[in-house]
C-alpha cells in the first residue's frame, strides 16, 4: 500500500452523502493503492447526520476502521498534554491525529476543522479541509 488517507466526522459524513469533492479524493486514493479509513468514533459522528444506517454500513464496509485501543487513546492523551487543549472539546481530533501519526506515509487527513488538527498531525502530516 502507497500511503494512507483517514477521513474525520465529518469527511465520513461528507463521503455518505456523495459530496463530490470527498467523493473524488477518496476513489483516487483507492486507485491509487492508498489506505483509506477513519475511526470508530468518527463513525458515530456520522451517523448523527441524517445519513441512512444503511449506507454507512456499505461505506463503512469499504473503509479501514481504526479502533479506539487504550494505546491509540494514550498516544491521543499526550498530543492534548503537549499542545495543552481541552480533551472534552478535542478528544476526537486529538484521537484521529495519534492514528494518522501512526498511518504509512505519506498521510493524509480529510476534516472540516484542520486547525487543531494539523497543529496535533505535525508537519509530516497533511490535513485538507473538506
Do not use: F, Y
Not at 463530490?20 to 468514533?41: E, I, Y
Not at 454507512?56 to 491509540?72: G, N
Not at 481530533?93 to 504509512?104: F, M, N, Q, Y
Amino acid at each position: 500500500m502507497n500511503g494512507t488517507v483517514l477521513l474525520d466526522g465529518a469527511g465520513l459524513a461528507k463521503l455518505c452523502q456523495d459530496d463530490r469533492m470527498v467523493n473524488t479524493l477518496v476513489a483516487a486514493a483507492q486507485r491509487g493503492g492508498r489506505r483509506v479509513g477513519t475511526t470508530a468514533m468518527a463513525r458515530l459522528e456520522a451517523e448523527h447526520t441524517g445519513t441512512r444506517t444503511t449506507k454507512v454500513e456499505w461505506i463503512l464496509s469499504r473503509l479501514q476502521v481504526h479502533a479506539i485501543s487504550c494505546a491509540v487513546s494514550d498516544a491521543a492523551a499526550e498530543l492534548l498534554r503537549t499542545h495543552r487543549l481541552d480533551g472534552r472539546r478535542c478528544a476526537g481530533e486529538a484521537t484521529l491525529a495519534a492514528i494518522a501519526r501512526a498511518g504509512r506515509p505519506p498521510v493524509t487527513v480529510l476534516t472540516s476543522d484542520p486547525g487543531h488538527l494539523a497543529l496535533m498531525c505535525g508537519p509530516g502530516i497533511t490535513v485538507l479541509r473538506v
